[in-house]
């Protein structure tokens, strides 16, 4: 049966015969699928039932048992629907496939290779008929369809009915997709179009840009140089003058400037013929305001019991650019302002230091006269001590300088006030008085000083501003000198004159160090003053030994017993040496070689030592007494200057202890 159907299928036509259902089952036990056989294969989809898998011409089993045979030239053996070309012979093929060799003459008629039929089939062990029968399972074979009736139709056309609107929906929901896209893409070829359009115009901006840049570049300079700012003409003309204003005038400095070079040139532009009235005009403005500005100031310095140094800080440093404007601008209206302020300023001074100078001169002050020298008789001074006790105070000591050289070391103790002058009530030394007048008087000339070259330069020189300081104090330094003059024009003070000096030189040294030159004419000018002074002062002492000398015999004109009874300790003009010499040498610490104090003790050392040989000669033959003597004098003075320092210091006491060794070894 498996052949006849395999003959039937071989020389059948394309279009198959349906076969029945029932069919005789095999005696074999049945197997529902072998893996053995190189002919199954699956069914496809919609294939007949009746379609054995062994066929040898459907498709699928020509596709998987000769797919890797080919024919020499090319075509293959893969079998078509349709009948085949040539004649089978069922029982020839069978005895290829049974591996019985054809005859030369059937090959040839058949057209079959010996390669197409070398296969090696493995059918585990059965024979083609068991592997049949196990194939051809009833089971394994799809079921076959039935009739349909009329209500299947009737559902099936429900269904396609309603397969149909979803269809229908479908294409209108797609229509509409189709037209958004087309929208869609209608719009985007739209923005597009925009976009290329920004791109192009961006490009035109960006050159525009450059080429703006290009000449605003070019002409920047010269419209900078052309133009003034609404901003800077209203603030200028009505504007509130404040820390803004001396920009705003540099501003319109540079313009002016600017335009004057440009107006010098050749060829002029209208622009710059147009912007000269308007700067003009402007100019003369600032001017007017600056004048006014400045005039007020020195209208409120002429205040009573104003400041003048606040007013100089706040009003006029802070805006000092405002004179140098005006100055360059209208030179003569500038000087004219200025001998104005130099005006104020010399009476402000004048009337300010005439009332402290009234104020000091109502302090006490200890008076030394021609009677207060080293011979002067203790009685006779005594006397004189005791007169001057009633006319300016207590008792002093000429000669000691105790205290009084702490107004020399208190470099940082203020001035005395006006009103702690006029309610002292305590005697001092003439060094008070003037320590305080020269002290305010320094400080406030250096101010002044400070503030004229600040605030006139650069607009004038400094050999300028220096002649504008000596006229506005040269009343005062007038006022200084006679007060120093009063105070040292009849003392014998020597102690307190030299303190003079030396206050004098720190006021130097203290101008030096804020560069001040202007007042060192006053400082000159005083110590042309002191020093004539000290030196008077100092002959005055010189002469008084002098006298001492005189009136001491060269010889013991006393009998023996007299001459017994006479002292051997120190003589009282040794002990007032001893002490004035101690005063100068603590007041020369820091003294030059070439400074009239080192002559002048020399020679007061001189007459001393010639006093104190003459005195000591008028123990007559008691060489051992006049040796105790002239040790005790020499040796007092030493004991009385030996804290002293410096250079002159250690001269004198490196030739006192000379003295003293030697009348030591002649004791």
């Not at 074999?28 to 062994?54: D, K």
């Not at 269809?167 to 739209?190: G, K």
């Not at 104090?473 to 003079?500: M, N, R």
């Amino acid at each position: 049966m498996w052949l006849d159907r395999l003959a039937g299928q071989a020389s059948g036509s394309g279009s198959s015969t349906p076969q029945s259902v029932s069919r005789s089952y095999s005696p074999l036990p049945r197997r529902t699928s072998s893996n053995l056989s190189p002919y199954v294969t699956s069914q496809r989809q919609g294939q007949s039932p009746r379609a054995s898998s062994l066929s040898l011409v459907s498709s699928e089993s020509s596709t998987s048992l000769l797919a890797s045979s080919r024919r020499p030239n090319g075509s293959g053996l893969r079998q078509s629907s349709s009948p085949v070309a040539y004649p089978t012979d069922s029982i020839q093929t069978l005895e290829k496939l049974l591996g019985k060799t054809p005859s030369s003459s059937q090959a040839a008629e058949f057209d079959i290779l010996d390669p197409d039929f070398d296969l090696d089939f493995d059918f585990g062990g059965l024979s083609l008929k068991e592997l049949a029968v196990s194939e051809y399972n009833i089971d394994a074979l799809p079921p076959i369809s039935k009739a349909q009736k009329p209500s299947d139709h009737e559902s099936d056309q429900a269904k396609f009915e309603d397969l149909h609107r979803s269809i229908t929906a479908c294409d209108d929901i797609l229509s509409s997709v189709e037209m958004n896209l087309t929208s869609f893409r209608n719009d985007l070829a739209s923005v597009a179009a925009d976009i290329e359009s920004l791109q192009d115009r961006s490009t035109a901006l960006n050159k525009r840009l450059e080429n703006r840049k290009e000449v605003e570049k070019a002409l920047s300079p010269l419209v900078e140089e052309l133009s003034v700012s609404p901003e800077i003409i209203t603030k200028i003309t009505t504007g509130h003058i404040d820390e803004t204003w001396p920009k705003l005038l540099t501003e319109l400095d540079r313009r002016a400037t600017a335009h004057r070079k440009k107006t010098s040139e050749t060829q002029q532009s209208k622009a710059t013929s147009d912007l000269g009235p308007l700067l003009e005009k402007l100019v003369q403005k600032a001017v007017e305001r600056i004048r006014d500005v400045i005039v007020a100031q020195i209208k409120a310095l002429r205040s009573p019991n104003i400041n003048a140094q606040i007013i100089q800080q706040q009003n006029f440093l802070k805006f000092k650019e405002l004179y140098t404007f005006l100055h360059k601008h209208h030179q003569q209206l500038a000087e004219e302002i200025a001998l104005a302020y130099m005006n104020t300023m010399r009476w402000y001074y004048l009337t300010q230091f005439t009332r402290y100078e009234k104020a000091l001169g109502k302090i006490k002050l200890h008076i030394l006269d021609k009677n207060d020298t080293l011979n002067h008789e203790e009685t006779t001074r005594m006397a004189s001590v005791l007169s001057a006790a009633r006319m300016s105070g207590p008792p002093h000591d000429a000669f000691n300088i105790g205290r009084r050289i702490d107004m020399v070391r208190a470099s940082g103790q203020p001035a005395l006030s006006s009103f702690l002058a006029e309610e002292d009530k305590a005697t001092h030394y003439l060094e008070v008085p003037f320590r305080s007048f020269n002290l305010a008087l320094i400080d406030n000339a250096a101010a002044e000083y400070t503030f004229l070259a600040t605030y006139f330069s650069p607009a004038l020189s400094f050999s300028h501003i220096s002649r504008n300081f000596n006229y506005i104090f040269e009343p005062t330094f007038e006022l200084g000198k006679t007060l120093s003059k009063t105070l040292i024009g009849d003392t014998y003070d020597a102690l307190g004159v030299l303190i003079c000096i030396r206050l004098n030189q720190h006021f130097a040294f203290e101008l030096q160090r804020r560069r001040v030159p202007a007042v060192d004419s006053y400082v000159n000018a005083t110590n042309m003053l002191l020093w004539p002074r000290l030196q008077v002062i100092m002959d005055r002492h010189c002469e008084s030994v002098r006298q001492l000398i005189n009136s001491t015999p060269a010889k013991a004109s006393k009998s023996t017993a007299e001459q017994a009874k006479v002292s051997a300790a120190p003589h009282q003009v040794t002990q007032r040496f001893g002490q004035l010499l101690h005063g100068f040498l603590s007041l020369s610490i820091d003294a030059g070689d070439d400074e009239p104090v080192a002559t002048s003790l020399q020679r007061l050392r001189t007459d001393l030592e010639a006093f104190l040989t003459r005195f000591g000669n008028t123990f007559g033959a008691d060489k051992r007494k006049t040796a105790r003597f002239m040790y005790n004098n020499y040796s007092l003075i030493l004991t009385i200057i030996s804290d002293t320092t410096g250079k002159l210091a250690d001269e004198h006491q490196r030739h006192f202890e000379e003295l003293k060794a030697a009348y030591q070894d002649g004791e």
